[in-house]
């Protein structure tokens, strides 16, 4: 009340002398913008009062634009007031995520997928046993996202990195223990890219000590246990399967072979007749791109697919297993589940979505942001339309797990954003409630202060003082509480446009959730 007085007070004496000053201000800027015009105008005599208007019009904006400065202090002279002005004013804010290209603007999902399947939240606890595990797929720019990983967190305590060493000190805040199973932390240490069935049967028998373990099927199930109970966290990074084959070839042409890979599945490696190899010598240097096509025991043939999935499911490395046909069913099907249920997954072409997923999965932001490059060793390869088709041909498993990979990735994204969205404009209409009540607040105290100086001037015409007060309370209240309601009639209206499927009266899924699959039917 007493900041309100002297709030009031001020405004009367701002007010007051500016009356007055308005008037010298008035009689000053006609003779100086006469004495101007004049100048200007002078040698224009046949215009007649043209400077006398000009002045009368120049004098009645400044006189406005004045009286509307002391009218917006007076009706609102806090500083909210003047940081909604500054918003209000301020150009929007560029999308960052829409830098890459425009696939989330004109994307239509094609697969159905649960809120769960959206929704990935992980409360990874990084002073506890959880672990980060990548599972890093040759040229996919997993190099890049690792360092990422190792170089550009914001952590309690930071990963130790010395010049000149490729591997990084990942330990968890007060232990030496690391919180991050990766290339440039723990180096390969379950073979050169282990995939997925490697990774899974190692992991634990790694992080308990027992590297030279021999995991038989009946074991791997108890690791399995394990796995759930100590909360490995898996994640990777997919790519165009014709770019990232083009760049195997290109890698493969500069003498690269990965050689020290293990290829374990099931308890033992391969033999060379369940895997032959595709050159005689010590590497492939130099192959043309069709030699490398033509090879029919080339791994970089649907590798993605191959690295994701369960090969116990199939009889490893063995062919004769199954039927080749019923062999790549169960492989796609087996690598689409275990990316749906891996922690997290990005993809090369969405860098600046890939790390906005990650941060938003593990609560972990990074320090700079990542960076899209568009030019690449493949890029620069130039192929017709016939070895482009061919190329497709020969990762076809590849091509169908890349499809349903961008459409859970990209699903995943908008449901995230919208959720994001959903937050801010919740906030932001609090915000606005609470300045609504607050200047209810004020006026109806001013109204009450200014009966009590009545009756008290007036003490015989009020037997019971109490009653005005207690009145202009429940006033306040009453108004404050339509507001909110009123507030909240707002956002159910909102939300019936945004789903105009949805019954008011249904609340079991989240306004967010609710918005996204409004949203989803309605590209279909």
């Known amino acids: 009340m007493h900041d309100f007085r002297r709030r009031w007070d001020l405004g009367s004496l701002c007010r007051a002398l500016l009356t007055r000053g308005l008037a010298a201000l008035g009689h000053s800027l006609k003779h100086v913008l006469g004495a101007i015009f004049s100048k200007i105008f002078g040698p224009l005599a046949s215009v007649g009062n043209m400077d006398e208007k000009s002045n009368k019009l120049l004098l009645a904006l400044v006189m406005l634009f004045l009286f509307a400065v002391i009218v917006l202090q007076y009706v609102c002279p806090g500083t909210e007031c003047q940081l909604l002005r500054l918003q209000a004013f301020s150009s929007p804010m ?125 074991r791997w199930r108890i690791f399995q246990i394990l796995d759930a109970a100590r909360n490995f966290h898996y994640i990777t990074i997919l790519r165009d399967p014709v770019s990232r084959y083009l760049s195997e070839w290109r890698h493969v042409q500069r003498g690269a072979t990965w050689k020290a890979s293990l290829h374990v599945c099931d308890g033992r490696p391969p033999t060379s007749e369940e895997l032959p190899s595709c050159y005689t010598g010590d590497d492939w240097s130099g192959c043309p791109l069709k030699e490398f096509m033509d090879c029919p025991y ?156 009545n009756l008290s001037q007036n003490p015989s015409q009020n037997p019971n003082p109490n009653v005005n007060q207690n009145v202009t309370q429940n006033m306040t209240q009453n108004l404050t509480q339509s507001s909110g309601q009123n507030s909240s009639l707002k956002e159910n209206q909102e939300s019936q446009k945004q789903n105009p499927g949805q019954e008011p009266g249904d609340g079991h899924t989240s306004p967010g959730t609710s918005d996204y699959m409004g949203s989803v039917e309605k590209w279909r």
């Open 298 to 453: 080339n791994l970089a043939n649907n590798r993605q697919v191959r690295m994701l999935s369960d090969l116990t499911l199939v009889g490893c490395y063995n062919l004769s297993v199954m039927p080749e046909k019923q062999r790549n069913k169960v492989l796609l099907e087996s690598a689409k589940s275990n990316l749906k249920h891996m922690a997290f997954f990005g993809l090369t072409e969405f860098q600046r979505k890939t790390q906005y997923l990650f941060e938003k999965t593990f609560n972990m932001n990074f320090i700079s942001p990542f960076t899209q490059y568009n030019t690449t060793r493949a890029s620069s390869v130039e192929i017709n339309e016939e070895i482009q088709k061919r190329i497709e041909g020969l990762n076809f498993l590849d091509m169908e797990l890349y499809s349903y990979a961008k459409d859970l990735f990209l699903q995943r994204y908008q449901f995230m954003r919208q959720k994001e969205h959903q937050e801010a404009r919740r906030k932001r209409q609090e915000q606005r409630k609470f300045l609504k009540g607050r200047f209810l607040q004020t006026h109806f105290q001013s109204q009450s202060q200014g009966q009590n100086q």
């Open 94 to 218: 560029p999308d960052p995520y829409r830098s890459e290209d425009e696939s989330s603007a004109r994307f239509v999902p094609r697969y159905n997928f649960s809120r769960g399947d959206l929704l990935r939240k992980v409360d990874f606890d990084i002073k506890g046993d959880d672990l980060i595990v990548f599972l890093h797929i040759q040229k996919t720019g997993g190099t890049t996202f690792g360092r990422h990983l190792v170089r550009n967190i914001q952590l309690e305590q930071p990963c130790e990195c010395r010049v000149g060493q490729k591997k990084c000190t990942c330990h968890r805040p007060g232990k030496r223990e690391t919180w991050l199973f990766s290339r440039f932390s723990t180096g390969w240490s379950c073979g050169l890219h282990a995939d997925w069935t490697e990774l899974t049967s190692c992991v634990p028998a790694v992080v308990d000590g027992k590297r030279d373990a021999r995991l038989r099927p009946s």
